[in-house]
Structure formats: C-alpha cells, structure tokens
Nanobody
Framework: QVQLVESGGGLVQAGGSLRLACTAS????????MNWYRQAPGNQRELVAT???????NYADFVKGRFTVSRDNAKKTMYLQMNSLKPEDTAVYSC????????WGQGTQVTVSS
C-alpha cells in the first residue's frame, strides 16, 4: 500500500518561510503528476500546486510568485517552498497524486501569525 508522509509545517510569522516535504513509498512516484493541497478549518480542500514527472509546474493564483513546488524522484519526495507567508495561508497542507491514487496522509499544519 502506497503511503504519503507530509512534514515541515510549523508556526511562522507573516512574511516568513517554510519548506514542506511529501514523501511517498512505492516505486511509481516518479511517473506521477503530484499535487499539493491545503484545507483551512471550515473550508473545502483546495489545490495549491502541481508538478508533472518532468518538472512542469502550475500554481493556484493565490500562491503564484510566493510558493515553489519541486520534486526529487530519486528520493520519492516532493517539496513546497513557501515564502512571504500570509495569515490566510494557515491550513493543513497535504499531498496526493493528481489522479488521487494514494491514501491521504495526515498532512502538516502550517500556522502563520500576523
């Protein structure tokens, strides 16, 4: 069973930075388009960023210019570098393949104080 483990969240002041990681078990990670998502309390889960196996990226408008997604296929890990964080970025961040193949992990909490 493929598993996803997110890490790197924490408490940071507005304007600060965090780097999240999403590590997958199994051998198919390298061929999967992967997504970062987030969900704030009372809100639906929303798509944050996408990266294809070849490294093509796409971002939600609300993070463009601030967040950068990358991946290391050898390590079966995807990253999300988050800069210029805002209080409205506070959420649980999680990852999955674009086709939703994996069971959801627990996510990692990001809290941005004003």
């Amino acid at each position: 069973q493929v598993q996803l483990v997110e890490s790197g969240g924490g408490l940071v002041q507005a304007g600060g930075s965090l780097r999240l990681a999403c590590t997958a078990s199994g051998s198919v990670f390298r061929i999967k388009t992967m997504n970062w998502y987030r969900q704030a309390p009372g809100n639906q889960r929303e798509l944050v960023a996408t990266i294809t196996p070849g490294g093509t990226t796409n971002y939600a408008d609300f993070v463009k210019g601030r967040f950068t997604v990358s991946r290391d296929n050898a390590k079966k890990t995807m990253y999300l570098q988050m800069n210029s964080l805002k209080p409205e970025d506070t959420a649980v961040y999680s990852c999955n393949s674009a086709s939703g193949d994996y069971d959801w992990g627990q996510g990692t909490q990001v809290t941005v104080s004003s």
